[in-house]
Every structure is written in C-alpha cells, then in structure tokens.
C-alpha cells in the first residue's frame, strides 16, 4: 500500500499545480499565455494519471485499501472539475482576445454552467459509480417543488435564455421599451437587464418583462437612424400652413441633412389640435436630442411669423395685442428693461427689408449699420465669401437677430449673411442703437455681455480686432470702451 501512495505523489502534485495555476491566473492579463500554461500543465495532469493507469473516463474497480480507493476518487474528481475549468478558460479566452467579453458574457455563464453540470454527472456515475436513473428520479422530484417555488425567478431565466438566443440587443446598444425606458444596456444576466439611462441612473428590468414587450433597438443596423419629433398645431391654422412652418424650421437648423429628404406628415386632426410627425436624419454634427431641441425652438417660432405675417389685422393700438415689430424688438431679450413705451418707439425706428433665396444680407467685413431682427424666413452665416449654404456655421430665424457687433462695438462682419429663403427682415438704425445705449448704460453694459456671450459660443461671427488681442484685458473691457466713448461724444 505504501509503494501504491507513493507512486500517486506524481498526479497528486500535478493535480496540486493545476489548482494553484488556476488561482494564480484568475483575471490576469495576457490570457493566451496563462492559458497556454493552464493547457499545458492539464495536459501533464492526463498524461500522470494515465501513467498509473487510472481513467478518469471510466468507473474504477474496488481496490483492498479503502485509502488507495479514496485517494484515486479525489484525483479523478480533481480532472474533471479542472477539465471543465482549462475548457472555460480557453473559451472566455477566445472571446475576450476578440473583445467580445463584455457582449457574451450571458452565454459565458451558460458555457460554464453547462460544463459543470457534465462534469458533475461524469463524477457521479464514473467516480462514485451512482445509477444515473435514481439521480434523475430524485432530483425530478426536487425540481417539481422548485420550480413551483421559483416560478417568476426560472420565468426570467427562461427569458434571458431567449432572449440571449434571438439576440435582439447586446451590451452596449441603445434601446427603448413599451414603457418609455430608453438607454443603453451595460449588462445583462440570468435573470434581469441593466440598462443605464442618460442621467446615468440604472434600471434593472426583469428578462421576463422585456420578452413581454416591444424593443426598439436604436443602434440597429449600424449607421445613422432618424430622429423624429411629433409637434401639434392649434386646428384653426391650416395643415398646409403648419407644414411649411415646419419645412421652414428644418431649414433653420444646422445639422439636419438635406438627404434623405425630410418627411413631413399630418398625423392626426383633433377638436383642438392637429398632431404632426417630423423625420429627419442628423449630419452627425449634433447629437439628436440638441437637433430635436432647437427643432421645436424654431418650429414654435416660424409659426408664430407666419400667424403674425398672415395676419392683416394690427391691434397694437388698443391693446389687445402687440404689433409685429413691437414683437421683434422684445425679441431682443436685453430691451425687457426698457418701459413698453420705450419699446414701442423703438419699434417705430425699425426699417422693413425683403430678400430673396441666396442674396447677401451683410457680407464678410463689411461693417453693419443695423441690428438685424428677421421676421420670416431663415438666414446662414457663413466664412465662405459666396455664402454657401453647406458651410453654414449656425443659422438665424424669426425673433433672432444679427450684426449688432457693429452698432454696438464698431466691429465688422466676420462672416457672410446669406437669405436660404425668402426672407423679411427689420434693421434698428445704428443711430437708434447709439441714442439708447447713450440713455441708457444698463443696456450698454448688458448688450456687451450679451455680445461676449455669444462671441464665445461663435455665434457674433466678429471679425478679430487687434486691438483685442494686444491690450490684455479682454473682448468685455474693450467694448465697454467703445461704449463709453459713444457717452462721451455724446454728452
């Protein structure tokens, strides 16, 4: 007996090294080399076993030593277990060299399940040499009472099974449910999905639920997806109207493509609105949801110019409703601190000017004399010298405005102002700019910050002054400047 245990000391030692190999390479990196190890060192385990003529494959006889017997039991169950371990090992090997990990981990953990499971029957009939018919007997019983306990948990798993089959998302894509839950998936496991939304908060949905529901998958297939706004009308305003309301704001934003075309359809008229659908596909300039954002900003805005356009009659004077220029000038978010009174005789000030698609409006360095209003229609900024549409840096529509770098601080034009429509506009006088700012240095010292605000986002499209760059004090002390000397010459 004592010359049998030694001659096992070889595959226990060996048994002992695939153990402590296997602890040691656990979430290490370069896997292919600590795999290639784990193989090697199986496979040396196998040939020891072999050697001494125990089969793990097959049932052993009944030997005089209960010791022996036992020893080569432990060895046997020892192979199994580790064949399962250096199978798995190489199979999540094989996917995390393809960075495939994180997207297959739910048919990782069925590969491994599925593995133990054998490995577990393989020891029960070969190395305990138990009848596979009364374990499966037993265990039919065991699994009826389990399963009445566990309904809603082997429900999900069922599903996540499913569901990891169909593959209708993976790790990573973005998706949207019956419920309104949208984001995107970071995890999914027996029994319920992650998913992230975009506040970062995690939602933790049964797999059960979502084989129930309608998945939307937003980032299938691969390449750019629709964005789609709905938007509704008051009934009174014909759809014909609204649309080309609509057709006038896709036009405004920049980062919409002009192809695929954009699809305008009237979906539903109600009793008091009217329900309208927009498709339209980004550029990739913005994300979609600033697109959808700005959309429905400049959606409102062009059909409130068309209602005031069409609209012949001007109740300004009783009071019952502002004309469209007084609009226009509240527009102008600064002159809220003037009296309505003040900003009625501004509005008288205004000039009305008409232009038609791809005339310039205000050339690269030409000095404005005028803080442009539009009213109607859709205006481009652009570096190119001609205006061209597709170089477009932001576009301008009904209640924005545009060239009060000169009036204000005597700054030419560093872009080229282009109609993409027709287009009716009003111009405040420069000398009605100056007459306000020498009454009123609120408005001075808030139009300048507006005018800096808007020159970091890009969107006062200044020429570059020299003197700006030299003086050390920055774009707001040097219009405070040019703002102080318009005081000063005129008092």
């Known amino acids: 007996m004592q010359e049998f245990l030694t001659q096992l000391l070889l595959p226990c030692a060996a048994a002992a090294i695939n153990a402590l190999l296997l602890l040691w390479t656990a979430g290490r990196r370069r896997p292919v080399l600590y795999v290639a190890s784990k193989c090697v060192a199986f496979a040396a385990l196998t040939a020891a076993l072999l050697g001494y003529g125990i089969v793990p494959t097959q049932t ?6 209960p010791e ?27 996917y995390a060299v393809g960075s495939r990990l994180r997207q297959n981990r739910f048919l990782l953990d069925v590969i491994a399940t599925l593995l133990y499971l054998g490995s577990a029957l393989a020891i029960i009939t070969d190395v305990l040499d138990i009848p596979v018919k009364g374990v499966l007997a037993t265990s039919g019983a065991l699994a009826i009472v389990l399963g009445l306990a566990l309904q809603s948990t082997l429900s999900d798993l069922f599903s996540g099974l499913l569901i990891n089959a169909t593959s209708p998302y993976r790790v990573g894509d973005s998706v949207m449910l019956d419920d309104s839950t949208q984001g995107e998936v970071v995890e999914i496991t027996w029994r319920a999905t992650h998913i992230a939304k975009a506040n970062r908060d995690l939602i933790v949905v049964p797999n059960s639920i979502i084989a129930k529901s309608r998945i939307i998958n937003l980032s299938v297939p691969a390449g750019p997806h629709a964005a789609v706004a709905k938007f509704e009308a008051p009934t009174e305003i014909r759809p014909s109207d609204v649309s080309h309301a609509l057709e006038l704001a896709i036009e405004t934003c920049v980062g919409i493509a002009a192809h695929p075309k954009p699809v305008i359809a009237t979906t539903a008229i109600g009793r008091k609105t009217t329900s309208y659908e927009i498709t339209f596909f980004p550029t990739g300039q913005r994300s979609s ?5 700005k959309f429905y900003d400049a959606a409102h805005r062009h059909l409130e110019s068309f209602s005031a356009l069409t609209d012949p009659v001007e109740r300004a004077n009783n009071g019952l409703e502002p004309t ?13 601190m003037l009296s309505r009174e003040q900003r009625m005789q501004l509005a008288s000030t205004l000039v009305r000017r008409e232009f038609a698609p791809g005339q310039i409006v205000l050339a690269a ?20 010298a001609d205006g061209d549409p597709r170089d477009d840096v932001v576009r301008f529509g009904p209640r924005e405005y545009f060239g009060e770098s000169g009036p204000v601080a005597g700054v030419a034009s560093g872009v080229s102002f282009a109609a ?10 420069r000398h009605a700019v100056t007459s306000l700012l020498k009454q009123h240095t609120d408005v001075a010292h808030v139009l300048a910050a507006t005018l ?11 020429q570059p002054v020299e003197e700006i760059q030299s003086s050390g004090v920055g774009l707001v002390d040097w219009i405070h400047r040019c ?3 318009i005081h000063h010459r005129h008092i």
């Open 365 to 384: 360095g030409e000095l404005s004399q005028a803080i442009t209003i539009v009213a109607y229609g859709t205006v481009g900024a652009s570096f190119s």
């Open 420 to 429: 993409r429509t027709y287009v009716i506009a009003y111009e405040l006088p």
């Open 452 to 462: 800096v605000a808007r020159e970091r986002k890009g969107h006062a499209l200044m």
């Open 483 to 485: 703002i102080n000397s």
């Open 289 to 293: 949801t600033e697109l959808l954002n």
């Open 68 to 94: 022996m017997q036992f020893l080569r039991g432990v060895l046997e169950i020892s192979w199994w277990l580790l064949a399962a371990a250096t199978i798995m090992s190489v199979v999540r090997t094989y």
């Open 60 to 65: 052993a006889h009944r030997m005089a030593y």
């Open 324 to 336: 469209l220029v007084y609009r226009l000038v509240e527009a102008i978010g600064v002159f809220g």
